[in-house]
């Protein structure tokens, strides 16, 4: 594994930047530099704070990689979590241009709204506590490298994928969150199916897992925090003039356009 400085962490963290900017792919610049998993996340940070210099705010965190699904998808075995800012954010029932985009996917997930930020040393279930509503989402996600091709360390510093969020109407969370059907449809069509027990068993469970990880890098929810637990099915590709929706039982749909 290889040592990095701060100034070769911001580089990379450029690259990756300025890819998304270009919507231009890179290769797989944070495993070919041999950095591990902590370093990535450094260099994931490094990556927001060139948005947050741009004006973007940060309003929550996301989990990646919670399902099997998602997993053989990518080639990569291990829960990431990454960081979400309102840059990011689009109303349920807009439109997305994906012209900026490299190679955009979209997938149904579970959105959580956050009431608290646990203190640190709470019990799990306290995590689950700390929400204050639920809703059905759907995440856009656009992976800077070339054939949506990576290794664990590029996928973290690349922020996980995030590229875009929508997010349905919050509901009080239900007692059976662990077991509700999940659709996601692309123009009228059923593209994917699946239940929020492929997130991890349980979505609570997700954000446990999330606020544990994201709280040993030093990083804690606030209230108001969006929290994305992760996808119920593999991703879709996406293409200009498309209607896409996310159905979750109980909580209703969420849905969007692309342009
Ligand atoms: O949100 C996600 O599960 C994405 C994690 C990164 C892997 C991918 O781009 O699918
Ligand atoms: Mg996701």
Not at 16 to 37: K, N, W
Not at 231 to 259: D, H, I, K, N, Q
Request: charged share 25%; glycine share 10%.
């Amino acid at each position: 594994m290889i040592a990095m400085t701060a100034e070769e962490v911001r580089e990379l963290a450029a690259r990756l930047d300025e890819a998304a900017l270009a919507g231009a792919p890179i290769p797989q610049v944070a495993s070919q530099a041999g950095i591990d998993a902590a370093t990535a996340y450094a260099v994931q940070e490094a990556l927001i704070e060139r948005r947050l210099a741009r004006g973007e705010r940060l309003v929550g965190l996301k989990m990646g990689l919670t399902s099997r699904a998602k997993m053989a998808q990518v080639g990569v075995d291990e829960v990431i979590w990454g960081r979400l800012t309102d840059g990011m954010r689009v109303p349920d029932g807009g439109v997305v241009d994906l012209a900026g985009y490299i190679h955009p996917r979209a997938e149904p997930e579970i959105a959580f709204l956050m009431a608290r930020a646990p203190e640190p040393g709470e019990p799990p279930a306290a995590f689950a506590e700390a929400v204050r509503a639920v809703a059905p989402a759907l995440e856009l996600i656009d992976s800077r490298y070339a054939d949506f091709r990576f290794q664990l360390a590029d996928v973290i510093a690349d922020n996980t994928s995030a590229a875009g969020f929508a997010i349905g109407s919050w509901q009080p969370v239900p007692p059976d969150l662990e077991d509700l059907a999940v659709t996601l449809e692309v123009n009228g069509e059923v593209a994917e199916t699946g239940s929020t027990a492929a997130i991890l068993g349980d979505p609570r469970l997700s954000l446990e897992e999330g606020l544990r990880l994201a709280g040993r890098a030093g990083v804690r929810v606030r209230e108001g925090w969006v929290f994305l637990a992760g996808a119920a099915t593999a991703a879709v590709p996406l293409t200009p003039g498309s209607r896409v929706r996310a159905s979750v039982e109980r909580l209703g749909s969420v849905t969007l356009g692309t342009a």
